[in-house]
């Protein structure tokens, strides 16, 4: 019994001493190396020049078809209040409209999650390379959810990190 309540309590402090090591940071160096530093999530995601030139493209790709979404919108409009059209033409005229407006929901939707899924894709990448470029041993992402609740300010590499994928992309 106090054998096993030895190896228990053996096996404990050498989890809280591992877990203090790693999480330690490394006062000799200033690269950073062992460091744990977090980033604005929200704003790297929204500073992120790729994202930004999708967004472009994405407005651009769906502009036409909110176009024409629109002069559907108007035309129904036009026979419902002119009373001109039958009520038959006015459903078929309808059903156009919400078919037509359902498939532009459902285009817009699929592009915007594969822009983003690639966004988030390249966007991982560059923030292990920048990790390991800087030594640090975690990265932790602040999205003001509640998930870091404090970090103090000498901790935050949001800016440091834009500027980092932003060059990064251009590059490539």
Known sequence: MRNKLFIASLITLLVAAGIFL????NPVTS??????????SFRVFEEFAMKQ???????KEVSAERS??????NSLQLMISGKTATEV?????????FRYKENYEKAFGALSEKYTSQVYERLNDYIKDFGKQKHYRLILGASGQGNVMYVDKG??????????????????
């Open 22 to 25: 790693l999480c330690r940071k």
């Open 89 to 97: 033409q006015i459903n078929a005229g309808k059903t156009a409209y």
């Open 155 to 172: 901790a935050d590499i949001t800016a440091e990190l834009i500027t980092f994928i932003n060059q990064k992309y251009l590059d490539n």
């Open 53 to 59: 030139e999708y967004d472009k493209l994405l407005e």
């Open 31 to 40: 690269t950073g190396a062992g460091e744990v530093v977090f980033m604005d």
């Open 68 to 73: 024409r979404l629109d002069s559907l919108a």
